[in-house]
């Protein structure tokens, strides 16, 4: 993020410069055009002329806030400029009413499965933007336990694991030689008392539970113990969920060919993407908006990712947007904040 803290320790902007920058950011937003002084002078009421204008876009290009592209009269904003942009908006913004019965609507009527409702969160998220949604659930290894169980099922047991928030983890392996009913009902009663500790806690817990069991009981709990090892390990416990993706394609227009195309095959490659959200969630405790070059990748996309953390118990979860550089982050980032903000209250119902 070299490029992104260079950009930022630029001069701050007079308040002239700063509403031309506004009003060329907007208008290009809406229209997809590049921009002229003539245009701002008509329709941003800054009470100035054209002439005024022009060269004050002149001083903005010359600053990198705002280019210059082919042969056009007009301009079109920068990386540095959507920065400068998107730093001086309001803290909070403000969801259309439109906006806010939708995501109201959504969560009055979410399941208690936080998988599906983050499906459905990153879905709700394309709708109220027309950018493609993603999310990172919280941790596995930081999920309550609320079932843990042993099912006989004749010369094979079933270790049956059931998180908080609807995750389900199961693991089939042959009876352990020497394993009678008294046993399998032992082994599945001490499973009891790890309801309520975490994937991680229980997992140490079954550890020290067989350590100090029998034969027959020590199998059996290394087997539920290997189960919670494996649904916490690697790539299983760190996945990505993504919606409306479709949406991209519409921004064909806004996007050139090549950079969408990398942005797709990103988006296939789980891994790499959720490398691109650690890199972009470690640099900020609230709502995060990252802007073309300020990082490498969205820099080879020309796209735009705002994200934000979303609370689950004493774990954190990631939910955005992706799309172009001309987005209309003012509307965005009040999307994201607000849904990450009821996953966080619903999280936080589920928890009591």
């Known amino acids: 993020m070299i490029e992104a803290m260079a950009d930022r320790d630029r001069p701050e902007l007079g308040p002239r410069k700063s509403a031309v920058l506004r009003a060329v950011v907007e208008q290009y937003v809406r229209s997809g055009e590049p921009v002229s002084s003539e245009s701002i002078a008509e329709h941003a009421g800054l009470g100035v002329s054209s002439a005024t204008i022009r060269n004050e876009m002149a001083a903005l290009e010359e600053l990198n806030y705002l280019t210059h592209p082919h042969t056009s009269a007009g301009r079109i904003p920068t990386d540095t400029g959507y920065r400068h942009y998107v730093d001086s908006l309001p803290a909070g913004g403000r969801l259309r009413e439109a906006q806010r019965r939708l995501i109201a609507g959504y969560f009055a009527e979410a399941i208690v499965d936080l998988e599906e409702v983050l499906t459905g969160s990153v879905q709700l998220l394309s ?15 930081e999920e309550p336990i609320v079932r843990i169980e042993l099912i006989d099922m004749g010369p094979t047991l079933m270790i049956l694991v059931v998180g908080q928030h609807g995750r389900v983890d199961k693991q089939v392996i042959d009876k352990p030689e020497g394993v009678d009913a008294p046993a399998l009902r032992d082994a599945d009663r001490r499973l009891k008392v790890l309801r309520g500790l975490s994937y991680l806690d229980a997992q140490a817990r079954l550890l020290q539970l067989a350590a100090e069991g029998g034969d027959g009981q020590r199998d059996l709990l290394l087997y539920a113990a ?30 050139r060919r090549d950079t969408l195309r990398r942005l797709f095959e990103t988006l296939e490659r789980e891994k790499e993407m959720l490398s691109v959200l650690a890199d972009i969630g470690a640099s900020s405790a609230d709502l995060n908006v990252t802007i073309g070059a300020e990082h ?14 979303f609370r689950s118990g ?12 001309r987005m209309d982050y003012l509307s965005a980032m009040a999307s994201v904040r607000a849904v990450a903000d009821r996953l966080s209250e619903l999280s936080s119902e589920l928890d009591a």
């Open 314 to 325: 004493d774990t954190i979860g990631t939910i955005g947007v992706v799309g172009p550089t």
């Open 127 to 141: 709708r109220l933007t027309q950018y493609a949604g993603l999310a990172v659930p919280p941790s596995a290894g």
């Open 296 to 309: 490498p990748s969205t820099g080879e996309w020309e796209a735009s990712l705002i994200t934000a953390p």
């Open 226 to 255: 290997e189960t919670l090892r494996i649904a916490t390990q690697g790539e299983r416990s760190a996945h990505m969920v993504v919606g409306g993706v479709s949406n991209l394609a519409g921004e064909a227009q806004q996007m």
